[in-house]
């Protein structure tokens, strides 16, 4: 790495590493916050330990506006699944918020500083666990071990989570399908930099083989990675073993897509290295004020919920979309806190086609044909029909809105808003 490589990932560091003062205030309001929750504990009489998770436990925390703090508490197996998030509601009082997921948890507000509180069970293996988020615990000791033996892998991760952020990749959300936290603290471990990380990414070919990762070497070889992993696990275009438990894939939930967008970016990173590349950009710099801008609201909970709901309306609405333009460029963002997705979209017009019918002979097929499309013509036996694109995108979306409402409704979107840009 070049000395003015160094140079520029020392200041981003120096940016985004929060001030010993902060740290100190972060974990001030932890201490005072676990502290009044195990008494609460106590006074219950329930059988549940506290402790600290995230990037905090791990000292890879970034610099923020609102800081996480990520607080699980552990409750005897003898409490079941169902029960636990029930059972911390109960001690947590009306003036936590519940978060529906796979397993609900709490949201408690204080000024700048956002706790999350997780009901985790107290299992002995990593092979127990019915949730996995029962897994935190193991991956805060491992990580732990690791900023031991390595003291700078904390700079390191923090430069690749606001890399990745900056970049839109960061997030295992299904509306991101990009990289955890826990997998970027992984890959660090691995690669040790974080410009080894980006060399790695930048150089790999994903359409023609996977990443394997097994920094345990819990497997013998690559080839026993994918044949003795559960194939669900092995489906994305890295396999990240996990240390802590060697069944599971970390990065599962990383797409192909989202990985090559990433690939070109590291390639372009390491071609001019800029300080730019850990800013996040506004999708909307993209597009020009005569491009289409849709704002979308989701009906289901803020977060990963209503993110994937409204992403995934983004893709039914291009396919739609395509059939009657064509789809220049297009781009989505989603903002949780105002729980709104945006839609960029340049189009232009489609040329007309020509479609092929059912033969001549086949007078059923024949006569629907020929009544969705009157002006068909027979050439050869076989009927066509040219399909003319006349619309302007208003006359569209009218339609659309309108056509397609109760599929509308039925992927979780109350309202469809045109803006300009």
């Known amino acids: 790495m070049k000395k003015e490589v160094a140079t520029l990932l020392a200041a981003q560091v120096a940016l985004i590493k929060p001030s010993k003062e902060v740290l100190e205030k972060i974990n001030r309001v932890y201490s005072d916050f676990s502290r009044d929750l195990e008494r609460e504990i106590a006074k219950k009489k329930i059988d549940a330990q506290v402790f600290l998770g995230g990037s905090l436990a791990k000292g890879s925390l970034v610099k923020q506006a609102v800081y996480d703090i990520d607080v699980f508490v552990r409750f005897n197996r003898k409490y079941t699944d169902a029960k636990i998030s029930e059972l911390l509601g109960k001690l947590l ?22 706790l999350e509180v997780i009901p985790v069970l107290a299992i002995d293996r990593p092979s127990e666990a019915e949730n996995v988020t029962d897994l935190s615990f193991f991956h805060v000791r491992y990580l732990a071990r690791k900023m031991k033996d390595n003291s700078s892998l904390a700079q390191e991760i923090m430069l690749a989570k606001s890399f990745t ?3 839109g990749v960061y997030g295992a959300e299904s509306y991101i399908n990009g990289f955890s936290g826990y997998a970027l603290e992984l890959l660090l471990v691995y690669y040790k930099t974080f410009w080894h990380f980006v060399e790695e990414i930048a150089r790999f070919d994903f359409t023609k083989k996977k990443l394997i990762i097994d920094i345990e070497q819990d497997y013998k070889t690559d080839a026993s990675v994918l044949s003795e992993m559960n194939p669900s696990k092995t489906i994305g275009p890295i396999v990240l073993v996990d240390p802590t438990y060697k069944e599971r894939n970390a990065v599962s939930g990383l797409s192909l897509e989202t990985l090559t967008r990433f690939a070109k970016v590291c390639k372009a990173f390491i071609a001019k290295p800029s300080i730019d590349f850990f800013e996040v950009q506004d999708v909307a710099l993209d597009f020009k004020a005569s491009d289409i801008v849709l704002l979308v609201h989701s009906d289901k909970q803020a977060g ?25 460029k297009n781009g989505f963002s989603y903002d949780e806190e105002a729980n709104e997705g945006r839609f960029y979209i340049r189009v232009g017009k489609k040329k007309d086609e020509v479609i092929t019918g059912p033969p001549v002979s086949n007078l059923r ?18 009927w066509h029909a040219t399909i003319k694109h006349m619309l302007s995108f208003e006359q569209w979306f009218l339609e659309f809105v309108k056509k397609d409402a109760k599929i509308i409704r039925e992927m979780g979107i109350k309202k469809i808003t045109r803006l300009s840009k």
């Open 93 to 114: 009082g009306a003036s936590a918020k519940r978060v529906h997921g796979s397993r609900d948890y709490y949201q408690i507000t204080q000024k700048t500083f956002l």
């Open 165 to 167: 952020h900056a970049q």
């Open 304 to 328: 990963d919920i209503a993110g994937t709901k409204s992403k995934k309306f983004f893709r039914f609405f291009l396919r739609k979309l395509a059939r009657e333009f064509v789809v220049k």
């Open 365 to 382: 097929h024949a006569s629907a044909f020929k009544k969705v499309h009157p002006l068909a013509l027979i050439k050869k036996g076989v």
